[in-house]
């Protein structure tokens, strides 16, 4: 995390050198809830992110149109993506590619489609759209991405979306005003619970202006949180719980149901 | 209603929920079988990952087992000294299915050899204790008498040693065949997660010559104690059991199973035998078009590994 931030405060000194005007605009973000708990009704939800862009005096007064690209994306994992294929008459797994460390939930969300918002250099290096976010995959020796008609990655991307996990709005994204704008941020019943990262990326005329970031958490408590961390560090204990639960209902239920 | 599961991670309809192991119960309470090769299918057909499926399933069988077991000991229709002599073999294969069940994951391509073995069980035991009976019905039908223990007919199994003689059953047979069977339905539980009940059954009808009248009841017990092994197995290595999914199951199942073994003690014998083949060839046939027809989308996504180290 500090090696992030101080990356970051380089890059950001470099920049400045470069191009000391263009870092003129400060983004303001916040999500309507950090930290989301999972209770018994839990069945999805929203969160909302709202911010503004602040400009300064170095700011160019010309400079009135501004894009934004928030990309979410939720706890990492490996994931393996099978195809299956006839053999022998029946339809058996062959082929299958390994997806490493990929999120479990991924967002892409803008205020107009990306090709319109940066060339497809800038979309591809900026990694915007679910076409150009890295998915990094085993690919026979090397770890890297493919291109992204490939048949496994489409298929992963599109498995995914069918869920809601994998999603991407050009639309989502309101201006309310040319500096304050909001999203919503669609939350599907079966979100992996842990820590979510939102970047905000600001575009101008094609290129990125500033961006930032902000985090929440999908947290079980009470009764969820109890059950599972027992079930992971006390197996044993849970495990002859559990068991001696179905004794008992089993023999409640010959007595309730003794008439006989 | 909906409810979040705090292992499976989703949230359920809990009426849902209930409904099915209510079904579920109902079927393993008049036949005597565990029901998890229904149980498990339908629990994934609802969303819940495999692994969680057949861990809580295997609690949810073991209450309804139980259950199922009590009224049956009332009704004396379990033979105490053959259960014992079938857990003894029973637990021995359990281990061995375990160790193979390791083997075959290292191997890859699991699921195919599960869904294949549940295509050949469940079309071959379906069909021949659908075709054996059919044939009694018919016979009965014809006037015959319908006699499952043909007096006289003792085959290579009643010539072998050790024999003991099992009171409640009124049968006087060796024990390495019931061992042998045991050890058998404990491998295959293991590895393909099912009780067994629905192999022991005829198993124990055709091989044995158990009486029906005690059958059903001693093969409750066998799947009670296995599935209670089974569920601390599960909670200890992979920590997949989902308590609150497997006391919904339960509630329903054992309601289900009451109704269910009741029902089971009005139904003859054969008509019983017919209606339990019939079922079990049905989910075989389901499995095996499953894997002859084009799968609907060709890809499918895995989880393989949890956060980063």
């Known amino acids: 995390m500090r090696l992030r931030a101080l ?13 000391a005007p263009a870092r003129a605009e400060r983004l303001i973000v916040s999500v309507s809830n950090h930290r989301v708990t999972v209770t018994p009704n839990y069945s999805g939800g929203e969160l909302v992110l709202f911010g503004s862009v602040e400009k300064d005096d170095k700011t160019p007064p010309s400079r009135a149109n501004y894009d934004l690209v928030v990309t979410v994306s939720g706890p990492r994992a490996d994931m393996v993506t099978r195809r299956k294929e006839r053999k022998f008459g029946i339809w058996i797994n062959t082929d299958s590619r390994q997806f490493l460390q990929v999120p479990g939930y991924l967002a892409l969300f803008s205020n107009r489609p990306f090709d319109q918002i940066a060339s497809p250099e800038v979309q591809r290096r900026q990694q915007l759209g ?3 976010v890295l998915l990094m995959q085993r690919v026979g020796p090397d770890f890297a991405d493919v291109v992204p008609n490939d048949p496994f990655r489409s298929a992963f991307v599109r498995l995914r979306s069918e869920h809601g996990l994998y999603r991407e709005a050009t639309s989502a994204v309101t201006f309310l005003t040319p500096t304050l704008f909001r999203t919503g941020i669609p939350l599907p019943a079966e979100v992996p619970i842990g820590t979510y990262n939102v970047e905000i990326k600001l575009f101008s005329e094609g290129a990125l202006v500033t961006k930032t970031e902000t985090a929440f958490e999908i947290v079980k408590v009470g009764f969820e949180q109890f059950v599972a961390t027992t079930a992971r560090q006390n197996g044993l204990v849970y495990g002859l719980v559990t068991a001696f639960m179905a004794l008992m209902t089993g023999w409640m239920a010959s007595i309730v149901f003794r008439k006989d | 209603m909906q409810l979040y ?9 809990v009426f849902l929920i209930l409904a099915m192991g209510a ?25 819940i990952a495999p692994a969680v499926a057949v861990a809580s399933v295997a609690s949810h069988i073991a209450a309804s087992s139980f259950s199922g077991a009590i009224s049956y000991w009332r ?30 994951r290292s191997l890859g391509q699991l699921d195919l050899m599960i869904a294949l073995s549940y295509v050949i069980l ?24 319908v006699t499952l223990r043909k007096p006289g007919s003792h085959g290579w199994i009643h010539g072998l040693p050790l024999k003991l003689r099992f009171k409640r059953s009124k049968i006087y047979l060796s024990v390495i065949p019931v061992v042998v069977i045991g ?7 293991a590895v393909m997660g099912i009780g067994g009940g629905f192999i022991l059954v005829p198993l124990m009808i055709y091989v044995l010559r158990v009486p029906t009248s005690t059958v059903i009841g001693t093969s409750m017990v066998l799947t009670l104690v296995t599935m209670v092994f089974a569920t601390m197995l599960h909670a200890v290595t992979n920590h997949l059991v989902d308590a609150v999914l497997a006391l ?11 109704f269910g073994a009741r029902a089971g003690q009005k139904i003859r014998g054969e008509h019983l035998r017919l209606l339990l083949g019939l079922l079990v060839l049905a989910v075989g046939i389901r499995f095996a078009v499953e894997l002859v027809i084009r799968p609907q989308d060709l890809f499918s996504i895995r989880e393989t590994g949890g956060a980063p180290p």
Request: glycine fraction near 18%.
């Open chain 2, 23 to 47: 079904a579920v119960g109902f079927v393993s309470g008049m036949f005597g079988i565990g029901g998890g090769f229904l149980m498990t299918p339908l629990l994934i057909f609802v969303g």
């Open chain 2, 183 to 189: 050890l058998i339905i404990g491998f295959i539980g």
């Open chain 2, 5 to 13: 599961l705090p292992i499976a991670d989703i949230p359920v309809n």
């Open chain 1, 130 to 132: 679910l076409n150009n």
């Open chain 2, 248 to 258: 919904i199951l339960m509630i329903g199942g054992v309601t289900g199973a009451q």
């Open chain 1, 7 to 19: 990356l970051a405060i380089a890059g950001l000194a470099a920049a400045s050198l470069a191009a």
């Open chain 2, 75 to 104: 009704r004396r229709a379990i033979d105490p000294l053959l259960a014992a002599v079938l857990l003894v073999g029973g637990t021995l294969g359990t281990t061995f299915g375990v160790w193979t069940f390791t083997f075959l």
């Open chain 2, 122 to 145: 469940l079309t071959t035991v379906g069909g021949l204790m659908f075709w054996e009976g059919l044939r009694a019905m018919l016979r009965s039908r014809g006037g015959g008498a």
